[in-house]
């Protein structure tokens, strides 16, 4: 199942049924979990894990070395788990030895075309971002976060579970779970409740977080006052519990 002009290290692991597209190039390091389709003109190269059952498409590169001037060519990773969808043309990045040393992608994702996920992102599971989302280094995104389309990212900011962006946001702080975002730079406007439906979310959990974002947004509390009424909402519901974690490791200030 490998084309006949790809070209595959003899040191790289391929699990079972593992097929590589036309003129794709597989690394000396590389390791590539049963079941992963590459497409044709990938470069797969550095110490990079990819895991069960994803698909690849054409064009993309993954696991090269960081646009970092600082990197030395430490052997920093590229780590991408099982069941996720990367598009044509996207590039994720090695890690650098000044953070984790390792580049993370999570399971069940869906990564569309012109996708840059840079040195050092932690992605979780179930994302989506869309065409030409773009991340700088040491970003964070948590589980089922929505990246629209072109959407910029600054180095270092979080991104919570279940939020969403709309097309063309600019993210110079960190978005906290739940909160939809728009605009450059970003602001927010509302809770993305259509998401969390979908997710299976309660009547209560949803009435719970609308509460929970007027205290943040709306209330014209103080940031540290509004952390203070959302610890006592926690204690009455789990999924408020998330939200208070967040903003209290938070460190460049959140969308607000």
Avoid at 92 to 103: E, K, M, R, S
Avoid at 181 to 200: C, F, M, Q, V
Wanted: glycine letters at 12%.
């Amino acid at each position: 199942m490998i084309h006949p002009s790809a070209i595959v290290h003899p040191g790289a692991k391929l699990g079972e049924n593992v097929s590589i597209g036309a003129y794709s190039i597989v690394g000396e390091h590389v390791e590539i979990g049963s079941g992963t389709r590459i497409g044709p003109h990938v470069v797969i190269e550095g110490h990079t894990r990819i895991g069960r059952d994803n698909r690849i498409f054409q064009f993309s590169s993954l696991g090269a070395a960081p646009q970092d001037k600082k990197y030395a060519d430490e052997p920093t990773r590229l780590d991408i788990g099982d069941g996720n969808t990367i598009r044509e043309f996207c590039t994720l990045n090695c890690g650098t030895a000044q953070d984790a040393g390792v580049t993370r992608l999570g399971n069940g994702n869906w990564i569309m075309a012109y996708v840059h996920l840079a040195h050092d992102c932690q992605i979780g599971d179930h994302t989506i971002f869309a065409n030409n989302a773009q991340l700088a280094g040491h970003v964070h995104v948590g589980d089922y976060a929505i990246l629209g389309g072109f959407t910029g990212v600054h180095q270092f900011v979080h991104i919570g579970a279940h939020s969403f962006t709309a097309i063309a946001t600019v993210l110079v702080h960190d978005l906290p779970p739940y909160v939809m975002a728009a605009g450059d730079t970003a602001k927010p406007y509302g809770i993305n409740s259509e998401g969390l439906r979908r997710r299976g979310f309660s009547a209560a959990a949803l009435a719970a977080i609308k509460r929970a974002y007027k205290t943040l947004y709306k209330s014209g509390l103080t940031l540290e006052l509004a952390k203070a009424q959302l610890a006592e909402q926690a204690q009455t519901c789990a999924e408020i519990g998330l939200l208070t974690e967040f903003l209290q490791g938070s460190t460049r200030g959140i969308v607000r």
